[in-house]
Structure formats: structure tokens, C-alpha cells
């Protein structure tokens, strides 16, 4: 009987890092985009290679960069590179890693960067644990995030740290960067001979969105799904892009920056009176997984403090819509969301309202709060009637007009106007009739 070989007495071979790994530049020559920190004669560089950097925040969209630029910066600096990520890590590996850059510097006099990746994932907790390290000089500390360090690093860690902004990557940028993944030999594809049409290329390059890593992925994916022909070459064209690609990776975290960037330029569009803007912003939310109500929440709330009293049909559509989208669900209630958001987009605009309210709240918190005029009270029982409850009393259907000119504000507020409709749409109206009844006894 035959003996069995055991299962592994061949050692596996290494994993091959995917290509955008392997194409991750070593130095300045090879850096793409960021120009504003990095360019000759910029502060960052200047810092970099003089070899006097402090502690950074690296603030930068998903592959812009981030993580290369630590790497080229402990290249440059000589020094060692751990890397940590906070998704995974934890005060441990933190202590680890510390206790090791001790131990270097005692023995060689070599520094350590510390890299950590995602540094808003930590709690403050852990963020703490940094601080201390980074105060004495012990490590050179960077963190990369996607989010606003001002709401997501504690402010010990951040006044400590020099904050640097990563812009998204350029079509041009991301262009360069895919090229010269296909023509270099060593890391790149170059020994696989590809040939990518144009419109293959600037598909790939649109659907990336300015993310290098997604860029190289998907053509790598597409690199390897299509078949060398006689001479050696692979052919790529949109429809290999498309299937290595499957849809837009669209970059949003509910929680975070892209939540508020993306709901302050869908509420500013339509103030604004731009509906298509409008309808772009509230498809960026829907299709990148936004929750429905929350928009329809901010469309009510809009209706309200940026339409009012100019189109009191505003706030009909907008309740419309959210009753729409809690009846029916998504993807059929985001129509309901687009007229309402079209029809706030193209209604005049007034926040009258909204600074009418805003004041009464200001003066209910610091003004005098006084009782209730005797002559707009019930005089609910006998002893109420005799106190003055109601007396002076004027019944508006019983004049001219159903209307009368008396006080209804306690004294010290008698005269005071909080509402000043504006002029457009149906406030003029309003506007006109407030003349007619108050003219000039409001001031």
C-alpha cells in the first residue's frame, strides 16, 4: 500500500503583495499628487529632509497617499517603521512596540516611527497611552485617518501633533500612477505585456475616484482575467475594467466627515435654489447607503427654516415624502425624496421664520418671564372673574375685519415684532395684510 505524503512537506510559496503594494513608492521621485505639502521648498519636505520632523496627523481621503507618505518619510529619515493598525491593535502592541524603540536607540541610536493607521478607530483610552511617547521623543509618531482629527483625536494627542490635509488624487494623478504600474517590469505589470484601450483606461481611472489602491486592484483583477494572445499581450477594454471594477466605490462613513460634507452641500444646494445640485447631493447619500429618514429629517427641517412662510406647501411636500419613504422603503421612496428636494430647490426662499423663533427663544432664556396679561386669561370660575380674569377682552369676530388692536405680549414686551416676513412668494402677502392690521404699532 502506497504511503501517504504529508500534506505540506513542500513549504507554500510567499503570498505576492497585490499590486498596489508592490508599487508603493520609496522616495519623492516616485510620490504622486500632494504637491502642496510635499513639493521642493514646501515645509512638510523641507522638514523631512533636514531630518527634523515632528509628530504629524496625516488627514487624507481613502488611497491618497497616506500610508506611502510614512513610508517615504522613514526612508528618508533613516529610521525604523512600525506599523500598527488601530482596527487590530491594542495598548499592548502599543507597550511592544515602545519597549523595542527603548532598546534601539540604547543599542544602535537609530529612531522609530510609529505608524497607526485609522488612529481614529482608537479610544481615548488608548490614545492616552500615546501621549506620553510622544511628549518625551521616544518614537516619531504618525497617524493616518480619514476623518476630522478635530472630532475624532483627543486634544492632548492633537497639540502635540502637526496636522498635514491629503487632497483626493487627480484623474491626472491617478492616470500616472496606473501607467506606471503597466510599463514597470520589476513590480509592476510590465512583464505581462498590457494593453488597455483609452476609454478602458479613463473608465478605470473615473470609477477609481481619486483612490490609487482601487485603481491598481481593479487592474490588476482585470489584467489577470483576460488571456494572453499569440504574441505575449493582454488585451484590456471597458468591459474587463467594468467586471474587475462592479460599481463605483463610493467613499462615505454614516458616522463621519463624508455624513456632514455631503448633507451640508445637499441643505446649501437647496437654499441655494440649484435643484440639480440637489438631486446629485441626495443620490450621493442614497447610493452610498445614507439612511433615508435622516435625510427626509433634514428635508423637514429645511422646508421650515430655509422656506417658511414664503411657500407654507413646502412643508406639506417634505412631511409627503417622509411618510412616502417610511411607507414604501427604498429604492422606490428616493423619487419621493427627488420631488421633494426639487421642490424645495425651485420654492422662494425665507428664513424669517426661522430668526422669528430664534428670538423668542433668546429672550424666553435671558429676558424677564412674566405672567400671563389678566385680560387673555379664562375666567373659568366666579373668583377668577372678580380677580379681572378676561376683563378688557376684545373678541376679534366682533370687529371690522375680525380684527382688533389690542396687546397680547406681557408688558415689557408690548410693541415688540419678532416676525418680519420677507418679500418673496407668499410672505408678501403676509407682509401686506401685518401692514394692514398693525401698520405701525409693532415696532
Given at each position: 500500500?502506497?504511503?501517504?505524503?504529508?500534506?505540506?512537506?513542500?513549504?507554500?510559496?510567499?503570498?505576492?503583495?497585490?499590486?498596489?503594494?508592490?508599487?508603493?513608492?520609496?522616495?519623492?521621485?516616485?510620490?504622486?499628487?500632494?504637491?502642496?505639502?510635499?513639493?521642493?521648498?514646501?515645509?512638510?519636505?523641507?522638514?523631512?529632509?533636514?531630518?527634523?520632523?515632528?509628530?504629524?496627523?496625516?488627514?487624507?481621503?481613502?488611497?491618497?497617499g497616506k500610508t506611502t507618505l510614512a513610508h517615504i518619510i522613514a526612508n528618508v529619515t533613516r529610521s525604523h517603521f512600525d506599523s500598527l493598525s488601530a482596527v487590530t491593535a491594542g495598548v499592548a502592541?502599543?507597550?511592544?512596540?515602545?519597549?523595542?524603540?527603548?532598546?534601539?536607540?540604547?543599542?544602535?541610536?537609530?529612531?522609530?516611527?510609529?505608524?497607526?493607521?485609522?488612529?481614529?478607530?482608537?479610544?481615548?483610552?488608548?490614545?492616552?497611552?500615546v501621549l506620553p511617547f510622544v511628549e518625551n521623543g521616544t518614537v516619531t509618531f504618525i497617524g493616518a485617518t480619514t476623518e476630522n482629527p478635530s472630532f475624532e483625536i483627543i486634544s492632548p494627542l492633537?497639540?502635540?501633533?502637526?496636522?498635514?490635509?491629503?487632497?483626493?488624487?487627480?484623474?491626472?494623478?491617478?492616470?500616472?500612477?496606473?501607467?506606471?504600474?503597466?510599463?514597470?517590469?520589476?513590480?509592476?505589470?510590465?512583464?505581462?505585456?498590457?494593453?488597455?484601450?483609452?476609454?478602458?483606461?479613463?473608465?478605470?481611472?473615473?470609477?477609481?475616484?481619486?483612490?490609487?489602491?482601487?485603481?491598481?486592484?481593479?487592474?490588476?483583477?482585470?489584467?489577470?482575467?483576460?488571456?494572453?494572445?499569440?504574441?505575449?499581450?493582454?488585451?484590456?477594454?471597458?468591459?474587463?475594467?467594468?467586471?474587475?471594477?462592479?460599481?463605483?466605490?463610493?467613499?462615505?462613513?454614516?458616522?463621519?466627515?463624508?455624513?456632514?460634507?455631503?448633507?451640508?452641500?445637499?441643505?446649501?444646494?437647496?437654499?441655494?435654489?440649484?435643484?440639480?445640485?440637489?438631486?446629485?447631493?441626495?443620490?450621493?447619500?442614497?447610493?452610498?447607503?445614507?439612511?433615508?429618514?435622516?435625510?427626509?429629517?433634514?428635508?423637514?427641517?429645511?422646508?421650515?427654516?430655509?422656506?417658511?412662510?414664503?411657500?407654507?406647501?413646502?412643508?406639506?411636500?417634505?412631511?409627503?415624502?417622509?411618510?412616502?419613504?417610511?411607507?414604501?422603503?427604498?429604492?422606490?421612496?428616493?423619487?419621493?425624496?427627488?420631488?421633494?428636494?426639487?421642490?424645495?430647490?425651485?420654492?422662494?426662499?425665507?428664513?424669517?421664520?426661522?430668526?422669528?423663533?430664534?428670538?423668542?427663544?433668546?429672550?424666553?432664556?435671558?429676558?424677564?418671564?412674566?405672567?400671563?396679561?389678566?385680560?387673555?386669561?379664562?375666567?373659568?370660575?366666579?373668583?377668577?372673574?372678580?380677580?379681572?380674569?378676561?376683563?378688557?377682552?376684545?373678541?376679534?369676530?366682533?370687529?371690522?375685519?375680525?380684527?382688533?388692536?389690542?396687546?397680547?405680549?406681557?408688558?415689557?414686551?408690548?410693541?415688540?415684532?419678532?416676525?418680519?416676513?420677507?418679500?418673496?412668494?407668499?410672505?408678501?402677502?403676509?407682509?401686506?395684510?401685518?401692514?394692514?392690521?398693525?401698520?405701525?404699532?409693532?415696532?
Amino acid at each position: 500500500m502506497m504511503e501517504r505524503m504529508p500534506l505540506f512537506d513542500v513549504p507554500p510559496e510567499e503570498p505576492r503583495a497585490p499590486l498596489a503594494a508592490r508599487m508603493r513608492p520609496r522616495d519623492f521621485t516616485t510620490f504622486v499628487g500632494q504637491d502642496h505639502l510635499v513639493a521642493p521648498g514646501r515645509v512638510l519636505r523641507c522638514c523631512i529632509e533636514s531630518d527634523q520632523l515632528p509628530s504629524l496627523i496625516l488627514w487624507g481621503p481613502p488611497g491618497s497617499g497616506k500610508t506611502t507618505l510614512a513610508h517615504i518619510i522613514a526612508n528618508v529619515t533613516r529610521s525604523h517603521f512600525d506599523s500598527l493598525s488601530a482596527v487590530t491593535a491594542g495598548v499592548a502592541d502599543l507597550r511592544r512596540v515602545i519597549h523595542q524603540a527603548r532598546a534601539r536607540v540604547q543599542s544602535s541610536g537609530q529612531r522609530t516611527i510609529l505608524f497607526i493607521d485609522e488612529i481614529h478607530r482608537f479610544n481615548k483610552a488608548q490614545q492616552d497611552a500615546v501621549l506620553p511617547f510622544v511628549e518625551n521623543g521616544t518614537v516619531t509618531f504618525i497617524g493616518a485617518t480619514t476623518e476630522n482629527p478635530s472630532f475624532e483625536i483627543i486634544s492632548p494627542l492633537l497639540s502635540r501633533c502637526r496636522t498635514f490635509r491629503l487632497n483626493m488624487l487627480t484623474n491626472e494623478d491617478t492616470m500616472g500612477i496606473v501607467q506606471r504600474a503597466i510599463n514597470d517590469d520589476e513590480s509592476g505589470l510590465g512583464k505581462l505585456h498590457v494593453n488597455i484601450t483609452e476609454r478602458a483606461l479613463q473608465h478605470l481611472v473615473e470609477m477609481a475616484s481619486g483612490d490609487a489602491r482601487i485603481a491598481l486592484n481593479a487592474l490588476e483583477m482585470a489584467t489577470f482575467a483576460v488571456a494572453p494572445d499569440g504574441e505575449g499581450c493582454r488585451h484590456i477594454d471597458q468591459v474587463e475594467i467594468e467586471e474587475a471594477m462592479q460599481h463605483r466605490a463610493l467613499s462615505y462613513d454614516k458616522g463621519g466627515d463624508q455624513h456632514y460634507d455631503l448633507i451640508s452641500a445637499l441643505h446649501k444646494s437647496l437654499r441655494g435654489s440649484d435643484p440639480d445640485a440637489g438631486l446629485y447631493w441626495l443620490g450621493r447619500m442614497l447610493e452610498s447607503g445614507e439612511d433615508p429618514m435622516y435625510i427626509a429629517r433634514r428635508i423637514v427641517r429645511f422646508a421650515s427654516e430655509d422656506v417658511g412662510m414664503a411657500d407654507p406647501q413646502a412643508l406639506v411636500i417634505a412631511m409627503a415624502a417622509q411618510q412616502a419613504v417610511h411607507f414604501i422603503g427604498l429604492p422606490e421612496g428616493s423619487l419621493a425624496l427627488a420631488q421633494a428636494v426639487v421642490y424645495l430647490a425651485c420654492a422662494p426662499k425665507s428664513n424669517s421664520l426661522y430668526l422669528a423663533y430664534s428670538q423668542v427663544q433668546e429672550d424666553i432664556k435671558k429676558g424677564r418671564i412674566e405672567p400671563v396679561p389678566l385680560h387673555l386669561r379664562n375666567p373659568e370660575t366666579g373668583l377668577m372673574r372678580d380677580m379681572g380674569y378676561g376683563k378688557g377682552y376684545q373678541y376679534s369676530h366682533d370687529y371690522p375685519g375680525h380684527f382688533s388692536l389690542q396687546e397680547y405680549l406681557p408688558p415689557s414686551l408690548q410693541g415688540k415684532r419678532y416676525y418680519v416676513p420677507g418679500d418673496q412668494g407668499y410672505e408678501a402677502e403676509i407682509a401686506a395684510r401685518l401692514e394692514r392690521w398693525w401698520g405701525k404699532h409693532k415696532k
